[in-house]
C-alpha cells in the first residue's frame, strides 16, 4: 500500500507543479479575469485598450482594490482624491465622494479618464503611450521636461525619464501590455529594451 501511494505520488507530483507554475506565470492574466467586469467597461468608455489599462491596474495595485499609497492614493488604479474630483466635476457626478475610489468600478472610470486625457494630450508625440504612462505617474510638468529633452537631443523620450522609479514603471506596463497573454515573453526582458513605440489612437477622447 505504502509503494502505491508513494507511485501515485510520483506520478501526479510533476502534474501538481506544472499547474503551480502556470498559474505563477499567468497570474496577471488570472488576477485580471477577476476585475475584468469593472475594467472593461471603463477601458471601453474612454477608448484605452483593455489589456492597456489592466496593466496599468496590476502595476498600481495588484488588483488590490482597498490599497491605500503613501501619498494618498487609493484604489485599483491607485487614484488622487483630487483627481478623482476632476474626473467626477466632468462627468458631472454630483454625489461623489472621495471613500467610493473603494469601488473598483468608479476607481476604473476615474483611473481611464485621466489616462485618456494623458494621452489626447500626447496624441502627436513620438511615444504617446510611454508619455502618458510617465504622465499618470509624474505628473505632465516632468513630462514635458522629458519631452523636450528627447526632442532637443534626438532620443527616445523613455530613454530621457529621469527618475528611475518612472521610467521602470513604463517600461514594466508595456512589457505586461505588450505580452498579455505570453507571459513567458517577459523573462528577461523587464526593461522592455528594444520594442519599437506603441501609437494607440484614442476613439473616444474624455470630455
Known amino acids: 500500500m505504502a509503494r502505491l501511494l508513494r507511485l501515485i505520488i510520483l506520478i501526479l507530483l510533476p502534474f501538481a507543479i506544472l499547474l503551480a507554475a502556470t498559474g505563477w506565470l499567468f497570474r496577471f492574466e488570472a488576477a485580471y479575469l477577476i476585475y475584468r467586469p469593472e475594467l ?3 477601458a471601453d468608455r474612454y477608448g484605452i485598450p483593455r489589456c492597456l489599462l489592466a496593466a496599468l491596474a496590476w ?5 488590490q482594490p ?6 494618498g492614493e487609493i484604489g485599483l488604479l491607485q ?3 483630487t483627481t478623482a474630483q476632476e474626473w467626477a466635476a466632468t462627468e458631472k457626478a454630483d454625489r461623489f465622494c472621495s471613500a467610493d475610489l473603494l469601488n473598483p468600478a468608479t476607481n476604473a472610470m476615474a483611473g481611464a479618464w ?3 486625457r494623458a494621452l489626447t494630450r500626447w496624441r502627436n508625440a513620438p511615444e504617446p503611450v510611454a508619455h502618458a ?17 528627447s526632442q532637443s537631443k534626438g532620443l527616445r523620450f523613455t530613454d530621457c525619464i529621469s527618475y528611475p522609479g518612472t521610467r521602470r514603471y513604463v517600461k514594466v506596463i508595456l512589457l505586461h501590455y505588450d505580452t498579455f497573454g505570453r507571459p513567458w515573453k517577459r523573462w528577461g526582458d523587464v526593461a522592455g529594451q528594444s520594442r519599437p513605440p506603441l501609437r494607440i489612437q484614442c476613439s473616444k477622447p474624455p470630455r
Open 133 to 149: 504612462l510617465a504622465e499618470y505617474n509624474a505628473g505632465p510638468s516632468n513630462v514635458l521636461r522629458w519631452h523636450r529633452l
Open 79 to 81: 487614484i488622487l482624491p
Open 114 to 116: 485621466y489616462l485618456s
Open 40 to 42: 472593461d467597461p471603463a
Open 59 to 63: 502595476r498600481e495595485s495588484r488588483f
Open 66 to 71: 482597498l490599497r491605500r499609497g503613501q501619498a
